[in-house]
């Protein structure tokens, strides 16, 4: 492919799971690097204050989880807050898997102006990062899968148990903290160029202060009180973004180290079944890895994927077009025979 127009490098990055080194790339194992040499490095004290607020999204989150069980059985949680938390998780959810991740990165359909800028908004308020970054990272991902130059392997360093448990830790979040960042110029050229992500992408740290204080705004507010205020700011915020991070995060570990394998696919991508109601289908995973522009990753029968219908509603209303929607064919050539 030599033509140089935006979507076309698009395709070129995501169409070969081998990525730019070819199908013979060695599966990551012992001290196989996995930098970019490309990417220009932040500065070191830019990038002790990015790390320290990371770091503090990641541990936050995580701490209410785990206060959550005593909380709740202490009667700390109600049906407005249950509904908060609910709604606020799908949205964010589902930006995140609808938009971030089926439409930016792999293309698998084409929403119109409003329900892109919609997408990219929602994506946001997961709080995993602006959506150029987002995409960029898994646009490498795919390019370099469980390969050298995966930012996010869980087999980084090697195939014994305890090279695997320290690469499930990298894959979960330990390749948050690393300074090298994915060139966006190299791998979101056709996102660089829309004047409507990059405004969303800017937008990200005004999102974040909305995706953490709106569900307390709302519950004081449909409660009259700030008893209602800091419950809904307990479960809405903090333990909804800490369990959606944990399930996204487990999708480039777990996913990429257990379960069922299907399909014919050139890393370690596997089905986790479990994680389905709450990954919204992201989890039927090696269907994804083996063909990634694909709109629906649960294609088969029993497989929840609430991602899917969404797609399929926006397309019945108009709102999306040119839906790359599983082809039997297509999907029985790509089965482990």
């Known amino acids: 492919m030599t033509t140089s127009t935006p979507g076309s490098r698009m395709t070129a990055v995501i169409a ?148 695997l448990m320290k690469g499930l830790w990298w894959a979960h979040i330990g390749w948050f903290f690393d300074v090298e960042q994915t060139p966006r110029a190299r791998y979101v050229p056709d996102l660089l160029a829309d004047k409507d992500m990059r405004r969303v992408d800017a937008a990200f740290p005004a999102l974040i202060f909305v995706s953490v204080l709106a569900p307390a705004v709302i519950g004081g507010l449909w409660s009259m009180s700030w008893q209602g205020a800091a419950t809904a700011f307990f479960w809405g915020s903090l333990v909804r973004i800490g369990l959606l991070h944990h399930v996204t995060w487990s999708i480039n570990s777990i996913c990429h180290a257990i379960g069922e394998r299907p399909f014919v696919s050139r890393d370690r991508s596997a089905n986790v079944w479990w994680l389905a109601v709450l990954s919204m289908g992201e989890s039927w995973h090696n269907l994804h890895h083996a063909d990634p522009t694909c709109a629906r990753h649960g294609v088969d029968p029993g497989q929840l994927d609430s991602s899917a219908r969404i797609i399929w509603a926006f397309e019945k209303l108009g709102l999306a077009s040119d839906v790359r929607w599983p082809r039997p064919e297509r999907i029985d050539g790509k089965r482990c025979r």
Do not use: M
């Open 16 to 163: 070969s799971p081998a990525g730019p080194t070819g199908a013979d790339t060695p599966i990551l194992g012992g001290s196989t690097s996995v930098r970019d040499d490309s990417a220009t490095p932040p500065s070191q004290t830019r990038r002790r204050v990015d790390q320290a607020i990371l770091f503090a999204f990641i541990a936050i989150p995580f701490l209410a989880i785990l206060a959550a069980i005593p909380v709740a059985w202490n009667r700390g949680l109600g049906w407005h807050d249950v509904v908060i938390a609910t709604v606020f998780y799908a949205i964010a959810g589902h930006g995140i898997t609808v938009g971030f991740h089926r439409c930016f990165t792999h293309g698998a359909f084409k929403p119109n102006r409003p329900l892109r800028i919609a997408l990219a908004t929602a994506g946001s308020l997961a709080i995993e990062g602006p959506v150029i970054r987002w995409v960029a990272d898994h646009r490498r991902h795919h390019a370099f899968s469980d390969r050298a130059g995966d930012p996010h392997s869980p087999w980084r360093y090697g195939e014994t148990v305890p090279a």
